[in-house]
């Protein structure tokens, strides 16, 4: 069994800046401060840790324990209309290589996101890849990615052979999530990182991006 586990954002599709508009407009509406975020680095961060250092910034007493649960439905509520208002499309390939894999016999898919669960679940569905997953490691999961990562395999997978887990995304954070945990480092440069930096970030396997899927399918599936 090898188990593939896709981050979202820049890897799976581009929201056109839906995601980071609906925090944003959650975060000035829970607490009058516009462009919260803005001191916040996003890319290949869990969305925990993301809320959690922008209360911070903003010196908001109470942390994440008193504010996680009504930022979330607020986030969720405008993420609905974002992703309505904003041009987004999925990255090249999909959901073509999603299809091929999920034909193969001994290739379980996932998902390895910083999103907050339900919002991950909201993008894919927008996208129109929703049923290509059942479970994932989520954002909501740990502040940490790698911890994230490894407590979201250990739910969903029980005793799975670390190099029989591939994570794959378009940032250094993915790539250093899935080393910190022996697994498989798979990076696709459809982000802000080229090839060579998801190379020197340690990625075992790099791609520009998935738009020949039948290959990259045989590749990721262990055949090529
Ligand atoms: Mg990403």
């Known amino acids: 069994m090898r188990l593939i586990l ?12 839906a995601g980071g508009l609906g925090m944003n407009l959650a975060f000035q509406e829970m607490f009058g401060i516009s462009d919260g975020f803005a001191s916040v680095e996003f890319s290949g961060r869990t969305d925990l840790f993301i809320l959690s250092e922008a209360l911070r910034q903003h010196g908001i007493r109470g942390g994440l324990e008193a504010h996680l649960q009504g930022f979330l439905r607020s986030y969720h509520y405008h ?11 999925l990255e090249p390939g999909f959901p073509h290589l999603l299809e091929a894999l999920q034909k ?3 290739v379980r898919l996932g998902l390895a996101t910083g999103n907050f669960s339900q919002a991950a679940w909201m993008k894919l569905e927008h996208y129109g890849i929703r049923q290509y997953f059942r479970d994932g490691a989520f954002g909501d999961e740990s502040l940490d990615r790698a911890e994230m990562v490894r407590e979201g395999i250990r739910r969903f997978a029980g005793d799975v052979a670390p190099t029989d887990v591939l994570i794959v995304g378009d940032t250094p954070h993915d790539v250093s999530s899935a080393l910190a945990n022996r697994l498989v480092a798979v990076g696709v440069a459809t982000g ?3 090839t060579d930096q998801l190379r020197d970030s340690g990625a075992n396997l790099v791609f520009q991006d998935f738009s020949d899927w039948h290959d990259a399918a045989a590749k990721l599936a262990g055949e090529a």
């Open 104 to 106: 193969r016999d001994g």
């Open 192 to 194: 802000t990182y080229t």
């Open 6 to 17: 896709f981050d979202i954002d820049n890897t799976l599709l581009y929201t056109g800046g």
């Open 79 to 89: 993420l609905e209309q974002t992703l309505e208002e904003r041009n987004g499309h």
